[in-house]
């Protein structure tokens, strides 16, 4: 708990009769959490995505003990490369279960970007982070279209379990790549699912990804029913926004090209 609130929470510990003091003093050191960086490039200038977007509804994908007994983090740190010193950015952080695996991974000398779109979520994990003292990890709020991290700050990224939410995936993805540094990998966790079923097909997310200019490299299927990882680099020369193009939902570039309203 920050030292600003304490003296509030004695108070109401004070005035307080029975257990709503608790949930007072909790409410009471959740601080709001502001973006890490300036923000990118407007949604309105990319399309929008030709296909359902499923909608934010918690923030964590299964209990950690389930995804501990599949070592998802174990797999995909593995995969990915992921080492003591490296900058990882944690797209859609949720609750933090990457996030804190990311920040013992990475050591004293690395960073943690964990970023979210959901205030409350981002709260709790603030907290989450002081109270295990993870100096190494930063909050940040993010946009929908705009991860708001800092310019060529990233060795990785990884959006885990989270891509089918992203209602501007391609503003996203294209203001993700300037947090990106030369070499960096991105590393995208789903369900071999459609995404109203909170999933991304593998095909559509290629598509998605190479319209932003987005290389693959690399597929991987995880044990333990955790879903698949696609690993991509960065576009070589970021493309204009107005010359990307939506993919329909099977995954094919389509003729149309609407922008973000
Ligand atoms: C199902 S939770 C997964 C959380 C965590 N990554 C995990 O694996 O447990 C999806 C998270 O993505 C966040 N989210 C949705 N759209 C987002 C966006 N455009 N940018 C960043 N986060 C987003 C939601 O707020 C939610 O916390």
Redesign the pocket.
């Known amino acids: 708990m920050r030292l600003a609130t304490r003296p509030f929470c004695i108070l109401m510990l004070l005035l307080a009769l029975g257990g709503a003091t608790a949930t007072m003093c909790e409410l009471a050191a959740a601080q709001p959490v502001a973006p890490l960086a300036p923000p990118g490039v407007a949604a309105a200038a990319f399309p929008a995505p030709d296909r359902p977007v499923a909608s ?6 299964a209990s950690e003990d389930e995804r501990r007994s599949a070592n998802e983090t174990e797999q995909v740190f593995k995969l990915l490369g992921i080492k003591p010193g490296m900058h990882v950015g ?6 933090g ?2 996030t804190m695996q990311l920040s013992r991974a990475v050591g004293p000398s690395g960073e943690v970007l964990a ?4 205030p409350k ?1 981002l709260e709790a994990l603030q907290q989450r982070v002081r109270a295990a003292d993870a100096a190494n990890v930063k909050v940040g709020l ?1 946009e ?2 705009d ?1 708001r991290l800092p310019a060529h700050s990233l060795d990785a990224a990884v959006l ?3 891509y089918h ?4 995936p391609y503003a ?1 993805l294209f203001n993700l790549a300037a947090a990106l540094k030369p070499g960096a990998l991105v590393g995208i966790v789903d369900l071999d699912r459609a995404t109203p079923e ?1 999933g991304t097909p593998p095909k559509l997310l290629r598509c998605e990804l190479a319209a932003v200019g987005y290389r693959e490299a690399g597929f991987h299927k995880l044990k333990g029913g955790v879903g698949y990882l696609a690993i991509f680099k960065p576009p070589l020369e970021a493309k204009q926004p107005s010359a990307i193009k939506a993919c329909s939902r099977d995954g094919n570039t389509a003729a149309k090209n609407q922008r973000a309203s």
Request: proline residues 6%; aromatic residues 12%.
């Open positions: 934010v509804i918690s923030p964590i994908w944690d797209i859609g952080a949720g609750s279960f990457y970023q979210d779109i959901t979520y993010g929908e279209h991860p885990i379990h989270m939410e992203i209602a501007q996203l909170h």
